[in-house]
């Protein structure tokens, strides 16, 4: 999968320059982060209007346009893949792969070298209730 994040980052940073009014990645460039932002948000929250309507296809497809626009928003910002996977190897190194670092600070347990380190298992996520914090 990070092949395609790849290829398409390639052809976003290749299409920012083209001509806007034939190319969307373009204008999305010329309108500036704001924009990139606002479009990165509405493909968020299409995808999670399917997914609560338990539309499979349609969240396939609306999670595609959300990669897309994070790639936009990515490279207005001269972030790479490479910067995003890096990150995710760090995590994966301290919590596991299904584990998203925690708001406030944690303990954590001190290691030679994380990649040495046995890591964690994979969390299964199925069954978890997410409540709302107050």
């Known amino acids: 999968m990070s092949d395609s994040l790849e290829r398409l980052y390639l052809a976003v940073l290749a299409a920012r320059d083209l001509d806007p009014a034939t190319s969307r990645t373009a204008r999305l460039f010329q309108r500036g982060p704001s924009k ?5 948000a509405e493909e968020a929250i299409e995808v999670v209007i399917d997914a609560v309507n338990g539309d499979s296809e349609a ?13 936009v928003l990515w490279a207005s910002a001269g972030v790479r893949p490479e910067d995003v996977w890096r990150e995710m190897a760090r ?14 600070p944690m303990k954590l347990p001190k290691v030679a070298s994380p990649r040495v380190a ?10 978890r209730v997410a409540r709302k914090r107050h």
């Open 59 to 71: 969240v396939i497809r609306e999670s595609a346009d959300l990669l897309y626009n994070l790639t």
């Open 91 to 104: 995590r994966e190194d301290m919590l596991g792969i299904a584990e998203k670092l925690p708001k406030s």
């Open 118 to 127: 046995a890591r964690r298992p994979i969390a299964a996520l199925e069954g």
């Open 36 to 40: 990139m932002a606002k479009k990165l």
